[in-house]
RNA sequence: GUGGGCGUAGCUCAAUAGGUUAGAGCACCUGGUUGUGGCCCAGGAGGCUGGGGGUUCAAGUCCCCUCGCUCACCCCA
């Protein structure tokens, strides 16, 4: 029997792996541009960290989540408590009070796979941690938004408040009025929300109980005085920054610790996983997990998988040559001249390649050239004794002599 | 956890109503060119047809089971 990688674990191979880096070079870039500074984290927490954050009640928690439960550990669901866990450790707020970081790895879910959803997946998470400013919410959104625009991926944002403390229980009991008013022209799945997570029956996806629920009562609409001023404020920083939106009412989150303003960017080119990113505020999460109180905090994730996913339904972008040359040595001798002249010029920092395999010189040249590389050095028993070998260009036709040093090829090659 | 679709070469796919030795394209290797890549031509290698059981003179093909992949629901990035 063969062993395979698990379901929903997957590799990533030569070929596509190049995709990843493209990706991960971008969004190291534009988070740096916003001066977020990088964490990293470990994969493994303590249960109690992710059922205190993300929720007793939601099905990561309650069984979504690969959990040693011999030694009350868990491999993380998401990035955000893990980062807030670090960020109270290491007291990370006392220097600086308003901390940007950011984080890429993996993330673990017990889910069963489906397109652009996988058991371990990866994400690209940006915490905003100590402010409260609605200029922040909309900063965060619009760095999330040019690190889509430099991909060339075309998503739409949609925009929502989920409230505060102070006036959700008010609204929660407005729209569970509401929802058991036309209990029985609900499907069953919204029956059961109704009573496990209200808020989740206004996403629904059935027809029918779209159409019941179009005229339901919209958190947005029944905000108290803060949270309604902090929700204008940031449609007002994203309208100065030319960010465009939709606010969605029926948008919720699936974690316990959001409040305010939530976001997310989705696309219509991945099935039903339509959400490549997503995020908003958490107010008093920190002080949840045993840091400061009335820590204010917001963030986003984005799902690299599917990020990949879009990428690959473009065209690729622009990426490096895989060699600067290729040595196409035959025979003994031009071997062992060349051998030691391809680790002087990949100490001089150029990428070489070179074969091992003692192949024809027509093997070599077809190997080098579809590797990618730029030129190729053709040494043979003529050249050992002239002390020149022939640069040739793969990309054209030419080719030179050059005397076999790495001074002098260096040289060419630049 | 629930449903649908699909499992044949590394990849994408063929294989007439069950019928000899399971084919093709791409990729790979060799040669055509004793030392020159791309294009072309010729040849080669590569498969327990996912696995197990059954029906049959005969199963890639029909039946059952199982495993895997995939899409969707649920949920979510």
Not at 57 to 82: H, L, N
Not at 228 to 255: C, E, P, W
Not at 267 to 296: F, H, I, K, N, S
Not at 328 to 347: H, S
């Amino acid at each position: 029997m063969k062993i395979k990688a698990l379901k929903g674990f997957k590799d990533v191979i030569p070929g596509e792996v190049e995709l990843w880096q493209y990706l991960e070079k971008v969004a190291r870039d534009v988070f740096g541009r916003y001066q977020f500074s990088e964490i990293r984290l470990p994969v493994l927490e303590e249960t109690a960290l992710f059922a205190r954050s993300i929720g007793e009640g939601t099905d990561i928690v309650e069984k979504e989540m690969y959990t040693f439960v011999d030694k009350q550990i868990t491999m993380r669901p998401e990035a955000t408590a893990s980062l807030l866990r670090a960020y109270i450790e290491h007291g990370l707020g006392v220097q600086k009070p308003v901390q940007r970081l950011f984080t890429i790895g993996p993330m673990f879910r017990h889910e069963r796979p489906q397109k652009g959803r996988l058991r371990q997946f990866h994400q690209l998470d940006a915490e905003i941690i100590g402010s409260a400013s609605p200029r922040v919410d909309a900063e965060l959104i619009a760095m999330a938004a040019l690190l889509l625009a430099e991909l060339q991926l075309s998503v739409s944002l949609e925009l929502n408040s989920l409230g505060c403390p102070a006036c959700r229980p008010a609204y929660r009991a407005l729209l569970l009025e509401f929802i058991a008013a036309r209990l029985d022209g609900l499907c069953d799945d919204c029956r059961r929300r109704s009573a496990t997570n209200p808020l989740r029956v206004l996403d629904c996806k059935v027809p029918g109980c779209r159409e019941r629920i179009v005229d339901a009562p919209a958190m947005a609409m029944h905000l108290c005085g803060d949270c309604a001023d902090h929700f204008s404020g940031v449609q007002q920083a994203l309208d100065l920054l030319g960010i465009t939106y939709r606010l969605n009412k029926f948008m919720v989150r699936g974690l316990d610790y959001y409040c305010r303003t939530t976001f997310e960017f989705i696309t219509t080119d991945l099935g039903a996983q339509a959400a490549v990113a997503a995020g908003g505020r958490y107010d008093g999460l920190v002080g949840l997990l045993g840091g400061p109180e009335q820590c204010p905090g917001i963030g986003f994730a984005m799902g690299m998988e599917r990020l990949v996913l879009l990428l690959q339904q473009q065209p690729a972008p622009a990426l490096p040559a895989a060699a600067d040359l290729a040595i196409a040595a035959v025979g003994e001798e031009a071997v062992l001249l060349a051998f030691p002249l391809a680790q002087e010029l990949r100490a001089a920092g150029f990428r070489v390649a070179m074969d091992h395999e003692g192949r024809s010189l027509k093997a070599q040249m077809k190997q080098a050239d579809k590797s990618g590389a730029a030129r190729a050095l053709i040494i043979g028993a003529t050249e050992v004794a002239a002390g020149y070998g022939l640069l040739r260009d793969l990309r054209g036709e030419g080719q030179q002599e050059v005397a076999l040093n790495s001074a002098a090829l260096a040289d060419a090659l630049l």
